[in-house]
């Protein structure tokens, strides 16, 4: 363990369903990322929360929610989505922005 | 466009040679970082140079930065089966107000026993 876990490890929904990625740390780290990661492309960042600043992706669709209750935790709420959103979503935390990153395991979504 | 780009996209060697991996970037960088991942599981941070530093070890890790040339580069001596992974450079950069860390395709290593 990374000291960031990841819920679930893998998930399989249907475009129709509602579901949530939850993300928790507890190392102290003051920021919290989604990143998702797709076969043969670079990782994405989707959303980053930080004591220093809270900002929205305006390029991620809105099908993806992000909630970040509290320093520890992080969740990424999923409706209504696409076959092409099917993905490693990594959750990662840092210190402080700028520093290096602790990612968790992943979850493995696929989309039906 | 993409950040960092890493090249070679794919590295084989035998146990006990070096692995040399470069990475290249477009914009100005606060620092840069190089991550290792194995199989689809998350990644784990190597090292982190700052922009003003041009060297760095760790272990059997040796990462140089230069910043005129816009490019990096992750030596890995003595390799062993267990480097086998995908490494990442990632730089940390400010756009547009955010601040994050932008990674590259990284460079598939295999160290054949």
């Known amino acids: 363990e990374t000291g960031v876990t990841q819920t679930p490890r893998h998930l399989v929904m249907g475009m129709t369903n509602k579901k949530s990625l939850k993300c928790e740390q507890h190392?102290?780290?003051?920021?919290m990322y989604w990143y998702k990661q797709s076969a043969k492309k670079p990782l994405e960042l989707m959303f980053v929360?930080?004591?220093?600043?809270?900002?929205e992706n305006n390029s991620v669709p809105s099908r993806f929610s992000p909630e970040c209750p509290n320093s520890s935790h992080l969740f990424l709420h999923l409706h209504t989505l696409q076959p092409e959103d099917s993905a490693l979503y990594l959750c990662?935390?840092?210190?402080?922005?700028?520093?290096?990153?602790?990612f968790g395991s992943g979850t493995r979504l696929t989309v039906v | 466009s993409q950040q960092g780009e890493e090249d070679p996209q794919a590295l084989s060697i035998q146990e006990g040679e070096n692995a040399t991996m470069n990475c290249s970037y477009k914009?100005?960088?606060?620092?840069l970082q190089w991550y290792r991942q194995n199989s689809g599981r998350g990644l784990v941070h190597l090292i982190l140079i700052r922009s003003n530093e041009r060297e760095k070890h760790s272990g059997r890790l040796r990462v140089t930065l230069d910043t005129s040339k816009k490019s990096s580069s992750l030596l890995i001596t003595a390799s062993r089966a267990a480097d086998t992974a995908s490494y990442f450079c990632?730089?940390?950069?400010?756009?547009?107000?955010?601040?994050?860390?932008?990674f590259g395709s990284g460079t598939r290593l295999q160290v054949q026993p």
């Open positions: 914009t100005s960088i606060n620092n």
């Open positions: 190392l102290g780290h003051n920021a």
């Open positions: 929360y930080s004591l220093e600043e809270r900002v």
């Open positions: 990662a935390s840092s210190q402080r922005l700028g520093y290096g990153y602790t």
């Open positions: 990632a730089t940390d950069v400010t756009d547009t107000g955010r601040r994050a860390l932008t």
